[in-house]
T-cell receptor
Framework: NAGVTQTPKFQVLKTGQSMTLQCAQDMNHNSMYWYRQDPGMGLRLIYYSASEGTTDKGEVPNGYNVSRLNKREFSLRLESAAPSQTSVYFC???????????FGDGTRLSIL | AQSVSQHNHHVILSEAASLELGCNYSYGGTVNLFWYVQYPGQHLQLLLKYFSGDPLVKGIKGFEAEFIKSKFSFNLRKPSVQWSDTAEYFCAVNQGGGTYKYIFGTGTRLKVLA
């Protein structure tokens, strides 16, 4: 089925470790997004990519980097994980600029 | 700073009851407004959206929302809920003009009793 695929679904890291969250969409969308969801705070935009080759900071970009590898893929990297980055991470894509429409299932990340 | 408030964190209804979930935002300029839904075990999906025009917007599965500019509100409604409407509902606001910067509310968990 068409949609947004995120890997991994769960991950536990130690403080200071690095990892990359992968996201791919097969709907030929230009726009892709990374959000984090924390209890009582709703979803907050980390980074977005309006089109292949471009990325921009969202509301909470500190501690993260992203790569828009091609039109399909948009990865999120934590260079040196911190406990404050424990969260559920969602990738999304959209045909309409700025309006996340299709979300992945999320990655539950715990940092000890 | 702009914000979105969903005052009802948990709502429990019986089937066939009417639903209204509140959403208020704090931004004085042009806004685009959205409701998203996340069913248990599923990913978030767009329920309906408002950009301009008729302030009463109809979405999927019988949901509708009304934009009241004077009240800075965009409440979600459904005349008769079903057990399958059990989910978490998120309101979101975008400042318009092509900005990518959404603000999401904290969500309302709806439980519908069969």
């Amino acid at each position: 089925n068409a949609g947004v695929t995120q890997t991994p679904k769960f991950q536990v890291l130690k403080t200071g470790q690095s990892m990359t969250l992968q996201c791919a969409q097969d709907m030929n969308h230009n726009s892709m997004y990374w959000y984090r969801q924390d209890p009582g705070m709703g979803l907050r935009l980390i980074y977005y990519s309006a089109s292949e080759g471009t990325t921009d900071k969202g509301e909470v970009p500190n501690g993260y980097n992203v790569s828009r590898l091609n039109k399909r893929e948009f990865s999120l990297r934590l260079e040196s994980a911190a406990p404050s980055q424990t969260s559920v991470y969602f990738c999304a894509s959209s045909e309409e600029a700025g309006i996340p429409q299709h979300f992945g299932d999320g990655t539950r990340l715990s940092i000890l | 700073a702009q914000s979105v408030s969903q005052h009802n964190h948990h709502v429990i209804l019986s089937e066939a009851a009417s639903l209204e979930l509140g959403c208020n935002y704090s931004y004085g300029g042009t806004v685009n407004l959205f409701w998203y839904v996340q069913y248990p075990g599923q990913h978030l999906q767009l329920l309906l959206k408002y950009f301009s025009g008729d302030p009463l917007v109809k979405g999927i599965k019988g949901f509708e929302a009304e934009f009241i500019k004077s009240k800075f509100s965009f409440n979600l409604r459904k005349p008769s809920v079903q057990w399958s409407d059990t989910a978490e509902y998120f309101c979101a606001v975008n400042q318009g003009g092509g900005t990518y910067k959404y603000i999401f509310g904290t969500g309302t968990r709806l439980k519908v009793l069969a």
